[in-house]
C-alpha cells in the first residue's frame, strides 16, 4: 500500500517546498515600488486601520500587493503564456496573437463617440483663426487586418473611425488609405507596443502636408538610423512572452536643423527631440519627446516662417512631431491628460498659431480622459 | 479569501498547516479555530459575530436538550427552537430582500429593501449546526460538551465556505480523537493539488469561454456558439464546484479529518436520478435524510410521496440562491425526477447507453442555462439563442475562433468529467512493478509538478478567477 504512495509523496513534497519557498523568498525580497516592465506604479503595502480591515479594502489591497510583488512574477506570466500558446490560444489577455511576431491589442466597442464628436466640434467651434485639424490614426488592428487570427474581424475600428469622421466639422486627414497602401512594405506599426513607427508616423505626415499644402520630403531625403533593436513595449508585457524579438526603432533626422525644446513642466531646455537615455530602459519609446509632459514648445531658430503650430495629441504625435519641426518657427504639443489650462483661449490670444492638429489614435481616443480636456 | 489564491496558497495554508503540526494535539483544534475565524474574517470581519451566534444557539440547545433527555416535549420543543433560529438567520441574512421584492411585485407596494451583504457560507454553516441538533433529536450522535471543540466543527475553514456540507456525525469522533501522519499528509495534499489545478486551469478556463459568449450582444452569437457557452458553464461549475471540494477533502485528510465525498462524476449520469446521487451529494442527502424523509418519504402512498419530492426541490432550488431562477431550475428537477420515478423512468433503462447519457447532459446543461441568469430577460435571450429564434445563425466563424482559443482545454474538461482518469490510473496499478508502470508514474509525478507551477502562474497573472458561491 505504501509503495503505491510513492509518486504521491513525491508530488507533495516538492509542492510544499516550492510553496515554503515561496513564502520566505516573498518575505525576504525587497520590494520595488516602480514595475519596468509594465511601465506603471505597483501596489503598496495597504495601510493598516479598522476602517480599512471592516471595510475589506485592507484585504483587497493586500491580494493585490501579493500578486505585483510575487517573485519571479515576469516568469511565471512567460510560462502562463507558452503554455496557452501550446493549446492554440490567439487571444491573451485581450491581445491577439497575430501572424509574424505581431501582437495587436483587440479593439473594444467604443463608449464615448458623441462625447468625443462634442468635444472637437465645440474646441474648433471656438477658434477664431487658425484652423483646426482633425487626424484619427488606426491602429495595428486595422491596418495590419489580414495579420490577424483567422475567424477574428478586426473591421469594427475602421467603421467606427470612419463615423467619427463624418461627424467631425473641422477638415479631417484620413491617413488610413496610405498606411494600407503601405503596410506591406515598411513596418508601419511596432510589433510589441501599440505606438506606430516612425514609418507609420513619416506616411501620415505625407497626407498632413498633402492637406496643407505644405512641401513634403521623400524617405531618402532622412538622415535614419535604427538605434536599437530590442524595444519590448506595452503589448509585450501584457502578454509577456520572452520568445518575442524585440523591435527596431527608427529615427529619421535631418541633420541641419538647430531647434529648442522647452519641457514647460520642468522647465528642461534642449537641443533635441530624444532623449536616448530611455534606451536604456524598457519603455524605450519615450525617448520621443521625453515622455508625457503637458506642454512642450519646440522651436525651430533658423527659420523664415513665422507661423506657428498647437498639436494636442495623445503618445502617437511624440514621434510624428520631428517631422513637422521644419515647417513652423514654434511648435506647442500638448497632451491634455495633463494641460489643465483652456487651450482654445491660450490659441486665440497668439495670432501666430495658424494651424491646430488634433492627433489621437483610434484605441485612446475613447478611453482616455484627455479627450475631455481639450474642451 | 478564495484556496486559490496567492494569499491562501503561500501565506495562509503553509502558516497554518505549520503551527498545527507543532502544537500538542490538544491544542490543535483551537489552533485550527482560530485560523478559520481568521480566514472568515478576512472576507467577512462583521458576520463573524453571526456564526459564533449560530454555534452557541445549537451548542446550548444540544447540551440542554441532553440535561433533558427524558422529557420528550423540551427536546421537542429545543429542536423547533434550533431549526426556527437558523432558519431565522438563513431568511434574514439570505431572503428578505427576495420576499420584500416579491411582496412589492404582488402587491405593488413599496417596501424598501434591506440591501445586506450576504454573509459568506451561510447556507452551509446554518445547515450543519441545524444536521446537528437533528441528530441529537434523533439520538443518532452525542451531545458535544466542549464548546470549543463544537464551534472549531461549525467553523472548519476547508469546507466552511463552499461545502461539502459535513455532518456532525462524520467529524464527531475524529475531533477529539483523530491519527495524524504523513499518510494523511501525503494523500491529502495530493487531493488539494488535484482539486487547485481542477479550479485555476479548467474550471476558470471554461469560466472564462462562458464569459466572453455570454457577454456578446444579443442575436450576434451563433446556435452552436450558444451551446458551446452553456457546456462551458456547465463544466465550469462541475469543475469548480468539485475543485472545492476535493480541496476541503485534501486539506481536511491533512489535518486527519475524513469528509465524505461529494461529486462522483455527475455529468456522465444516465438518468437525472442518477445525477443528483453524483451531484453535490452531501446537499441532496440532507434534503432527503432530514426533510424527504421527516415528511414521510414515499412511504404514505403516491400523492404524498410526489408532495414530497416538491417540497424538497422546491427548497433545493431556493438553497441556491434568493431569486426564482434557482427556484425555477429546483422545481425543473423535482417535475423531471417524478417524471423519472412514475413515467418514463423503466422505459429510459431500456434506451441505449449512448441516448440515456445524451438525454441526461442535455437536462442538466438546460437546467445550468436557467440556473446562470438572474435575470428573466436575459436568460429568455439566451433561450432563444439556443435554439435559433434570435435571427442567429447555426455556426458562424466566431464559433470557430472560440473553439480554436478553449478547444483544447474544453475537450480536456469533457474526458475529466468521465470517469477516464481513475480507469486510467487502475490500468497503470495493474502493471505491476514493471518498468512501464515505474516510468509512468515517474511521468505524473513530473505532470503533476509542471501542473502546479502552472497553476500559480495563472494565479500570478491575475487571471479571471471567479468564487461562484457567494449567492450560496
Known sequence: ?375 | MVFSSIPFLFFFLPLFFLLYYLVPFRAKNYVLLVFSLLFYAWGEPIYILLMVLSSVIDYSIGRLMDRYDKVFWIRTCLLCASIFANLSILGFFKYADFFIETINLIAHTSIPTLDLPLPIGISFFTFQTMSYSIDLYRREVKVEKNFFSFMTYVSMFPQLIAGPIVRFSTVNEELHNRVIDFRGFYQGSFRFLQGLIKKVLLANQMGALWNMIQGQPYGTISVLTAWLGAVAFTLQLYFDFSAYSDMAIGMGQMMGFHYLENFNYPLCAKSVTEFWRRWHISLSTWFRDYVYISLGGNRKGIIKQIRNIAIVWFLTGMWHGASWNYILWGVYYGILLILEKFIWGKALKRWPKILQHGYTFLIVVVGFTVFVFEDWKKLGQYMQQMIGLAGNRFVSTEFLYHFRNYGVLFLCCIVLAMPFYPWLIKQIQRMKRSRIERLLKGCFAFGYIALFILVVAFLVSDTYNPFLYFRF
Not at chain 1, 467604443?110 to 477664431?128: C, D, G, M, T, Y
Not at chain 1, 487586418?145 to 479631417?172: A, C, H, I, W
Request: hydrophobic share 35%; charged share 25%; with cysteine.
Open chain 1, 1 to 375: 500500500m505504501m509503495k503505491r504512495m510513492i509518486y504521491q509523496k513525491l508530488v507533495s513534497c516538492f509542492v510544499t517546498g516550492i510553496i515554503l519557498i515561496g513564502m520566505v523568498v516573498f518575505l525576504l525580497l525587497p520590494k520595488k515600488t516602480f514595475s519596468e516592465q509594465e511601465n506603471q506604479e505597483l501596489e503598496r503595502f495597504p495601510k493598516f486601520s479598522k476602517e480599512a480591515v471592516l471595510d475589506g479594502s485592507f484585504i483587497e489591497g493586500l491580494e493585490a500587493y501579493l500578486c505585483d510583488h510575487f517573485p519571479l512574477r515576469n516568469s511565471f506570466l512567460n510560462i502562463k503564456t507558452q503554455f496557452e500558446k501550446l493549446l492554440g490560444k490567439k487571444e491573451i489577455n485581450e491581445v491577439y496573437l497575430a501572424k509574424d511576431g505581431y501582437l495587436i491589442e483587440k479593439y473594444k466597442e467604443p463608449v464615448n463617440n458623441e462625447k468625443v464628436i462634442r468635444v472637437f466640434n465645440s474646441f474648433a467651434n471656438s477658434l477664431q483663426t487658425a484652423e483646426c485639424y482633425v487626424m484619427l490614426a488606426p491602429t495595428a488592428i486595422t491596418i495590419y487586418q489580414d495579420k490577424l487570427p483567422v475567424f477574428v474581424d478586426g473591421s469594427r475600428q475602421e467603421e467606427n473611425r470612419q463615423y467619427l469622421m463624418e461627424q467631425m466639422n473641422t477638415k479631417v486627414i484620413d491617413i488610413g488609405g496610405i498606411l494600407k497602401e503601405h503596410a506591406s512594405e515598411y513596418p508601419l506599426y511596432y510589433r510589441l507596443d501599440h505606438h506606430w513607427t516612425g514609418y507609420g508616423a513619416y506616411f501620415a505626415y505625407r497626407v498632413f502636408c498633402e492637406e496643407l499644402g505644405l512641401p513634403a520630403r521623400e524617405l531618402e531625403e532622412y538622415q535614419i538610423s535604427e538605434i536599437t533593436k530590442e524595444f519590448k513595449g506595452t503589448i509585450y508585457s501584457k502578454v509577456c512572452d520572452f520568445s518575442a524579438k524585440g523591435d527596431s526603432i527608427t529615427l529619421f533626422q535631418l541633420p541641419e536643423q538647430k531647434l529648442k525644446v522647452t519641457y514647460v513642466d520642468t522647465e528642461e531646455v534642449t537641443d533635441s527631440l530624444y532623449e536616448l537615455e530611455y534606451l536604456d530602459k524598457k519603455d524605450k519609446y519615450s525617448l520621443f519627446l521625453n515622455n508625457i509632459h503637458p506642454l512642450v514648445e519646440i522651436e525651430n531658430l533658423e527659420i523664415q516662417s513665422q507661423e506657428e503650430l498647437v498639436i494636442v495629441k495623445d503618445s502617437y504625435a511624440n514621434c510624428f512631431v520631428p517631422f513637422l519641426t521644419e515647417y513652423y518657427r514654434k511648435i506647442y504639443v500638448v497632451d491634455t491628460r495633463y494641460y489643465r489650462l483652456p487651450i482654445s483661449t491660450f490659441i486665440n490670444e497668439n495670432p501666430a498659431i495658424k494651424n491646430v492638429l488634433i492627433l489621437y489614435n483610434m484605441n485612446t481616443i475613447d478611453t482616455d480622459l484627455g479627450v475631455g480636456g481639450i474642451y
